[in-house]
């Protein structure tokens, strides 16, 4: 943790969810994690930080990847223009859904 936004929350999510894996250890049962980010997140960074420490895919699976689309406006959010070196957000959302409601 180089104390960027990113690496922060990272840290968040993995001390979050190995919380939640310390509670069902002692007695707790969970059906389900889900993780809700903001409207306009990039869902990769939340997906490749759960991929890469292996105590949490050892003991959690990755379902899926659910973003929720206005249909009205989708169309003019995906043809956004973003600084170079940017991601449009819409459009990571949507390509990288396993689902879109």
Known sequence: DNGCMCCTIRGDLIKGLQEILDSIKQGGHIDQ??????????????????MSDPGLTEELRLDAVIAMADAKHLPGRLDDQVEEGKVNEAYQQVAFADKII
Request: proline share 11%; hydrophobic share 50%.
């Open 33 to 50: 994690i889900m993780i809700e980010t903001t409207g306009m997140a990039d869902p990769v960074p939340i997906v490749r930080t759960f």
